[in-house]
């Protein structure tokens, strides 16, 4: 029997309507589950090639540093290596994945050319007909660099005497010439002034690895008639046509992503990190090309979870009502933009978390540094904001004395009300999960909190 | 040594969707010689079971079984557009998708078989058994296999459908944040019961409790897997994950494999109890919200809420080592 958790259909009756489906509400089993547990599922990498050629980088050892020179002759002495690329080989080398959407500007580079700017930065690939050919050939090449001051901080990067290295000339993402992504709503001042305490901590993450069973990955097969097929376990077959195609300068008709078994994905491929390269790679050796991410590259390399630095100032009043909420938060993006400034957007959405406070004033930092480029993660841009509104939730409700789910209850969101980003609220259900989850571990709620409605409008109830 | 027990609470919500740059998917729906019916996607199953929910939405609607229902997705030459998998849109965008495609297919598949049986199209239903009857006349009635069979060799119709979703681009507005981002919210509450060694600083999440609304379950085993599985994703953030352990001080000591970047195994996984509520949102397949990513966040702050309930240590930087618990011991310690 699947395991299911009970639906608690006395919540939302009127709602909820009769039911009267044949087969939604139903446990079905999941299509892919018995090739799954017969290991009979085909991944990417099950596909086998008599003639396939592997993929491998060679990656800066530094944080940030001038390229001086680059040799490959060693490289391309070793046994079986049959290519080298370089960013020369790459048509159109600065790509930013946002630019489907119209985000720029194109921060990235597929190969470096004058320069890295963290460690681990991609800066020749070596297609051989082994592994093994290609991992020595990586090993070869030769680069010798002039080492510049790394920036490793988020604050730091925000301030003015630290070293700019971004070639846009700021370490921030500009919002439409802000240099964060701003909330405003009503007056924060006026509510601390007002407030009869005010509260004010820090919060901070390290990054986080998507740690997907299978890493990153594809195989480029060209096929007779001249296009490429690729066989990746992208999270978004067009999404990667459509980069591909931009970054290789091939018409997307020359293209044919086919994928859908992946083995982890949790916002870890959808950089299109490896298509491009193979789609080159295959082009030039006229045979089928595999790029996948070692175990080490997908944990130190492939993009993680963005670290976050928030603080959270809070203006209470003594009945527990949240009158103004501050919230300085720093994403840090790493060297590069992919998915970032999109996540800080997401962020600033989602602020001040599921409460009705009248008074919010928010700056998302999108910050670069000389780190892995972070980008994607499941809840991207809500995950460690959530981590710190709800630690600071605890804080205040034990400042003030106040249960902390009753101190929830007296804040929480309701139909009707204005949310910090001007989006009226509707469908809200957060008083109802409160209440639920009070009852499974038998934490008393008082009558009056146990009667609060999230149709109710706020006010109704004193 | 003490073993200290504390409880944590954290409430939370989380966007369905993100439009701030377009947000669609596609699909269509074609019927086969015998009554099968073809969703061709592009959208990704990550593992999550996106394939068995939109065959379950085009079962639903179409009024035919699922195992008449064949998905065929991720291949960009034959499957129309979808934006891809991320945001928690998948179930709400591609099903919504599919709805829209497998109403037109069966808006033509009851006018083939109105046709057949000789009687308004407007007078049949389906009732999921693989049969189009007329209403109130059960007897007079026609198989999807007889009607696909008139439908191509007959009557000469194409059972067809085409369906997207897109909920239109948002821009924030620059000075204020004013924006649209997202279709609907779910929310979640989460109760977390932690054991604290004082000696090892270990934490030992021993329990979660979890109240999830969704909108509608469209598939309630699926439901739990999303739940559990995300809540021991947030265990594993909260107390065990980094790949700079030492961040931001130092770029150093970066795990490269599974023996040095730890997660729960089976004994670390805390038991959870879930209770799941439904208010169906207007927009979504059958009231769906996605719930794909949220089901990790709640755990997190609940788990360090326990943790000070346990032993007084407040700890805002994850992920909350036994090396920060300890430190933390040691500081209440001087203060006292």
Redesign the interface.
């Known amino acids: 029997m699947p395991r299911v958790n009970p639906i608690d259909s006395s919540f939302f009756k009127d709602e909820r309507g009769p039911g009267d489906f044949t087969v939604i509400g139903k446990t079905v089993p999941r299509s892919d589950a018995l090739g799954h547990v017969t290991g009979r599922t085909q991944f990417f990498e099950d596909r086998t090639f008599p003639d396939l050629a592997h993929l491998k980088i060679h990656r800066s050892p530094h944080h940030h540093a001038l390229i001086d020179s680059v040799d490959t002759s060693e490289a391309l002495r070793v046994p079986g290596v049959l290519r080298v690329l370089t960013h020369e080989d790459v048509p159109a080398n600065w790509y930013g994945v946002l630019r489907l959407i119209g985000i720029g500007p194109d921060d990235e580079v597929v190969l470096a050319e004058d320069r890295v700017i963290y460690r681990g930065e991609p800066i020749v690939a070596v297609v051989a007909d082994s592994e093994a050919a290609a991992l020595e050939g990586a090993s070869k090449v030769k680069v010798s660099y002039t080492v510049l001051p790394a920036v490793l901080d988020v604050e730091e990067a925000m301030s003015p005497d630290a070293p700019v290295i971004k070639k846009a000339g700021t370490n921030y993402f500009v919002y439409e010439g802000h240099h964060a992504r701003r909330i405003r709503f009503g007056d924060v001042e006026a509510g601390f002034a007002q407030a009869d305490h005010v509260f004010e901590w820090r919060y901070s993450s390290a990054p986080i690895e998507h740690a997907p069973t299978e890493t990153t990955g594809c195989i480029v097969e060209p096929k007779p008639d001249g296009r490429l097929l690729i066989h990746s376990n992208t999270q978004a077959a067009f999404f990667t046509l459509d980069n591909t195609a931009l970054i290789i300068n091939r018409a997307p008709t020359d293209l044919q992503v086919k994928g859908g078994t992946v083995g982890g994905g949790f916002g870890g491929k959808v950089d299109v990190m490896v298509e491009p390269l193979a789609c080159i790679a295959a082009t030039l050796t006229n045979r089928p090309v595999k790029f996948v991410y070692t175990r080490e590259e997908e944990m130190q390399v492939s993009s993680p979870r963005a670290a976050e630095r928030i603080y959270i100032k809070d203006g209470v009043m003594n009945d527990g009502r949240i009158v103004a909420r501050k919230i300085m938060l720093y994403v840090d993006a790493g060297a590069y933009a992919r998915h970032s400034p999109y996540g800080a957007t997401k962020a600033a959405a989602h602020l001040p978390g599921p409460y009705t406070i009248p008074n919010v004033y928010a700056d998302c930092h999108c910050v670069y540094t000389n780190r892995t480029p972070s980008s994607a993660m499941r809840g991207f841009g809500v995950t460690i904001a959530d981590f710190a509104i709800e630690s600071q939730m605890d804080r205040v409700a034990r400042a003030l004395g106040m249960d902390p789910l009753q101190f929830r209850l007296v804040n929480a969101y309701r139909d009707g009300d204005m949310k910090a980003h001007r989006k009226e609220a509707s469908g809200t259900a957060l008083i109802e999960v409160i209440q639920r989850a009070a009852a499974l571990v038998g934490h008393d709620l008082p009558a009056e909190y146990q009667a609060m409605s999230s149709s109710t409008p706020r006010g109704a109830i004193a | 040594m003490t073993l200290l027990h504390g ?9 369905t969707g ?1 439009n ?3 947000d669609p998917s596609q699909a269509l729906v074609h019927a086969t010689t015998m009554g099968g019916f073809v969703v061709s996607l ?6 999550q ?1 996106l ?2 929910v939109v ?3 085009a ?2 609607t179409l ?1 035919i079984p ?1 195992e008449n229902v064949i ?1 065929d ?5 034959t ?1 129309p ?7 928690s849109r998948g179930t709400h965008r591609v099903g919504n998708a599919v709805i829209m495609a497998a109403r037109e297919a069966r808006e033509v598949m009851l006018q083939v078989a109105a046709d057949e049986l000789e009687v308004d199209a407007g007078d049949l239903e389906t ?2 058994t693989g049969y189009v009857a007329v209403k109130g006349a059960a007897a007079k009635r026609i198989h999807i296999s007889d009607i696909a069979l008139a439908a191509h060799f007959k009557q000469g119709k194409t059972i067809s459908g085409r369906g997207i979703f897109l909920k239109e ?1 948002s821009y ?1 507005v ?9 279709s ?2 779910a ?5 977390a019961e932690v054991e604290v060694d004082d000696e090892t600083g270990v934490v030992t999440v021993l329990r979660l ?5 969704i ?11 999303q ?2 599985g ?1 809540a021991w ?1 947030g265990v594993s ?1 909260a107390i065990f ?5 030492y ?2 001080a130092s ?1 150093e000591h ?5 023996s040095e ?1 730890l ?1 729960p195994g089976p004994g670390e996984s805390p038991e959870q ?10 927009n979504g397949p ?2 769906a ?1 996605g719930i ?3 089901t ?3 755990p ?3 788990i ?2 326990a943790i ?1 309930d346990a032993c007084g240590v ?1 700890l ?4 909350f080592t036994p090396e920060s618990v300890l430190r933390g011991l040691d500081a209440l310690r001087d203060a006292a």
């Open positions: 409880r944590g609470f954290a409430s939370v919500n989380y966007p993100m701030l740059g377009g592009s959208s990704v199953d990550l593992g079971g394939k068995t065959a379950q939405c079962a639903e009024g699922m998905v997705t991720a291949d960009t030459d499957g557009h979808c934006m891809g998998t991320f945001a009732d999921g681009r924030p620059p000075e204020t944040g004013e924006m649209d981002p997202d609907c919210q929310h979640a509450c989460t109760v409790y979890n109240t999830y609304e909108g509608r379950a469209l598939n309630p085993a699926m439901v739990a897997q739940v559990e995300g994703m953030h994950e980094s790949t700079e352990p961040y931001p770029r970066g795990p490269v494999d599974f970047y997660m109890t879930s209770v799941i509520l439904e208010r169906p949102a207007s059958f009231g919200k794909g990513e949220m990790a966040n709640a997190i702050p609940a360090a809420n000070f407040r805002a930087t994850m992920p």
